[in-house]
């Protein structure tokens, strides 16, 4: 099932523009419209501007993997096995 969500005014593309319709399914846009009226059931919402992708990652630390996973000196703790990350 679709659901819509419906824009006064949002960034559309490189422009700003008014009444922008959106409609998603399972998570994935099906269609995006400019100058468009609300659907009766649409969710309403004043400003919209996309999303940035989270990029975050830590992928270096599979790389790191065991190379300070090691028990050192007695007198060890998170100082030395962060100098030694």
């Known amino acids: ?4 969500v419906w ?3 949002a960034l ?4 700003w523009c008014e009444s922008v319709r959106i409609t998603h399914r399972d ?4 269609s995006a419209s ?3 009226l609300p659907q009766p059931a ?3 919402v004043a400003i919209g501007v996309p999303g940035l992708a989270n990029v975050h ?8 993997a065991g190379l300070a996973e090691t028990a ?6 998170f100082w030395t096995w962060r100098e030694v990350m």
């Open 42 to 44: 649409d969710e309403r």
């Open 72 to 77: 050192g000196p007695a007198d060890d703790d």
């Open 7 to 9: 824009f006064e005014t």
């Open 34 to 36: 400019a100058d468009t």
């Open 1 to 4: 099932m679709d659901h819509g």
């Open 12 to 15: 559309f593309g490189d422009a």
């Open 27 to 30: 998570g994935l846009i099906v």
């Open 57 to 64: 990652s830590h992928a270096f630390q599979r790389g790191m």
